[in-house]
């Protein structure tokens, strides 16, 4: 149980456009899901938090209009890159909650996002 | 105060060794502390978790121990097998389900 997936799992795009992740609980709903970025060799930093129905709540530092986070339904959240650079090449990881108050958080497999 | 500071940085153990990582805060809200595998190029993976009320917990070969009062825990590996080799991280919960990840740990164990 409490599985999560991710799609793609790794993208390469051109510079100036956009890419859209998503993320999806597979065996349960998923009030929260929040997502995370990690470079290589460092630790996952937390980029937001999202609830299903409501806007995005974005950490201090993360631009909020270049990273578009949507979470239409309990068993899907997406994340677009709007108008990607290379600094943004990054591994991109979702994760859920599978219940309100709940502690445990399980993390989906991760998309490598490329910028050329 | 959200700083979670891991170490060591990495560590090589032999096959059947015990691999130890620390884990300090400073924060007295935080109310969860899970531990997390990571394979390179994959996600996370929850390995085990305690919460401040509890002193040890044990699943399998994976240990935590909690130290409030000195705001540290560890997770002890026993038994550590080359397939074990991964990166770990410690977590802290607060502020209702936020995350703050330790910088984590490179483990290496050799045959």
């Known amino acids: 149980g409490a599985v999560v997936s991710q799609h793609p799992s790794r993208v390469i795009c051109k510079s100036g456009t956009s890419v859209k992740i998503e993320c999806r609980s597979l065996?349960?709903?998923?009030?929260?899901m929040f997502w995370y970025r990690q470079f290589p060799k460092q630790s996952l930093m937390l980029m937001a938090t999202?609830?299903?129905?409501?806007?995005?709540?974005?950490e201090q530092g993360v631009e909020k209009d270049k990273f578009l986070i949507n979470h239409a339904s309990l068993t899907l959240s997406t994340l677009t890159v709007t108008s990607a650079h290379p600094e943004d090449s990054s591994f991109y990881i979702c994760?859920?909650?599978?219940?309100?108050?709940?502690?445990?958080?399980?993390f989906g497999p991760g998309t490598r996002l490329t910028v050329t | 105060q959200q700083q979670v500071k891991q170490s060591p940085q990495s560590l090589i153990v032999q096959k059947g060794g015990i691999s130890i990582i620390n884990c300090a805060y400073e924060?007295?809200?935080?109310?969860?502390f899970p531990w997390y595998q990571q394979f390179p190029g994959k996600g996370p993976a929850l390995l085990i978790a305690?919460?401040?009320?509890?002193s040890e917990k044990k699943e399998g070969r994976f240990t935590i121990s909690f130290n409030k009062s000195a705001k540290q825990f560890s997770l002890h590996i026993m038994d550590s097998q080359p397939g074990d080799s991964a990166t770990y991280f410690c977590?802290?919960?607060?502020?209702?389900?936020?995350?703050?990840f330790g910088q984590g740990t490179e483990l290496s164990v050799k045959p």
């Open positions: 924060n007295t809200a935080f109310d969860y």
């Open positions: 994760s859920a909650r599978d219940r309100q108050g709940a502690r445990e958080q399980y």
């Open positions: 977590a802290a919960n607060y502020q209702g389900g936020k995350l703050i």
């Open positions: 065996d349960f709903q998923a009030t929260t």
């Open positions: 999202s609830n299903e129905g409501s806007k995005a709540t974005y």
């Open positions: 305690i919460r401040p009320d509890v």
